[in-house]
């Protein structure tokens, strides 16, 4: 895979080219955790709709799992790092206040000579990716193309205090391939966004991983920007495709941000209120007609409310358009910038090529604080070749389940050494998957030098 030269004309089909995720081969299962916290059975499997929560020791940290995954990226497809023109990285969980984990994975492209490589990192909460991606793709539309490819690296290390939240973390990253004549293409002019000021998650305190967060609060802003992006998307999908009123039907498949998989059944079940309103004559909402003049934000806090739209949605819209999506999610828990890219590396990997061609995924990014977008891709080409590399379901099987009360002591020892210097990782360095890079030291300066275990 090889970057083209412009011609001069506009650049067509921009989009995916290559994608790879990357994630520890550590985790732990959220039955056995239920059990070691004391937390009621089916809490964090049910109501948070988790299986198992992938985790990393002191050997890992965002620079290390980022070089993992632009490697191996670069080294399934064959793609030459002087190729590269472009690469942003995606991410909230911050090493440095100044220097980006972009230049970190410079690094990388020293044997091949190409220092002219633009983009620098992106934050906000779980959206930097997202933003990220936006940003690869309008350089190669842009007069500033100069024909090379583009990297998009999203992810982050999902971490949190002991108590309620902790099963929502993870760990993982993904790595995207940006470029012309792309198999899945961005769709022009299908774009929703919306954005305002919260405080329901954030990260005041740099001593620490741990964020602040105002659950209800977090849960309510992904639902009202799911809500606000749902409304401005389908009207420019209206217009675009010049239709008087668009509906789910329009989309074969959604992957959306998962900080946990029930979130996402809620988010279908906002889709069916949204559709409910604008139709209400369709028999499929036969069983919730009460709600009628009930606004959508009455849901936020109306638990009734919000299960009867889950029962209206949940085989029409969840079973058959996204739970298919939700496939890494639920064995990895959030990866905050990774986590809408995880899905879509699950449902590419699950779904073959034949079925997903010409399909629209519509993909939802939400990041705290808040940021949030809606925009759809299609699919125009073979995708066997993604699925082959990403080959999620079989190496999710191929990891090490940890004890919970292992679990613990390496959160506990995380906190302990987090940002400390003159540091060696105490953790093993022999049960990693091939060829994942990992710390090695942490010198007087701050300075962290990596090593990388055996490809084979």
Known sequence: MTATQPTGARPENVGILAMDVYFPKTCVDQAELEKHDGASTGKYTIGLGQTKMAFVDDREDIHSICLTVVSSLMEKYGVSYSDIGRMEVGTETIVDKSKSVKTVLMQLFAESGNYEVEGIDTTNACYGGTNALFNAINWVESSSWDGRLALVVAGDLAIYSSGSARPTGGAGVAALLVGPNAPIVIEVGARGTHMEHLYD?????LSSEFPVVDGQLSVASYLKSFDMCYQRYMAKLERKLGLARGDA????????????????????????????????????????????????????????????????????????????AQYAAKNLGNLYCGSVYGGLASLISQV???????????????????????FSLIVR????????????????????????????????LREKTHQLRSYTPVGPTDNFFPGTYYLVHVDDMYRRQYARSPLA
């Open 352 to 374: 073959p090529s034949a079925e997903l061609a010409g399909k629209r995924i519509t993909l939802f990014s939400y990041g705290s604080g808040s940021a949030a977008t809606m």
């Open 249 to 324: 039907s329009l989309i074969d498949y959604f992957v959306c941000h998962s900080p946990f998989t029930k979130q996402v059944q809620k988010a279908m079940a906002h889709i069916s209120m949204y559709d409910f309103k604008r139709n209400p004559e369709d028999q499929r909402y036969a069983s919730v007609q009460q709600y009628l003049d009930t606004p959508i934000e009455q849901s936020y806090t109306d638990k009734v409310m919000e299960r009867a739209f889950i029962g209206v949605s949940k085989d029409e819209l969840y079973k058959n358009k996204a739970e298919v």
């Open 201 to 205: 998650f954030y990260k005041p305190d």
């Open 381 to 412: 080409g073979d995708t066997d070749a993604i699925a082959k590399h990403v080959n999620i379901v079989e190496r999710l099987a191929a990891r090490t389940e940890v004890a919970p009360v292992d679990y613990e002591k390496v959160m506990e």
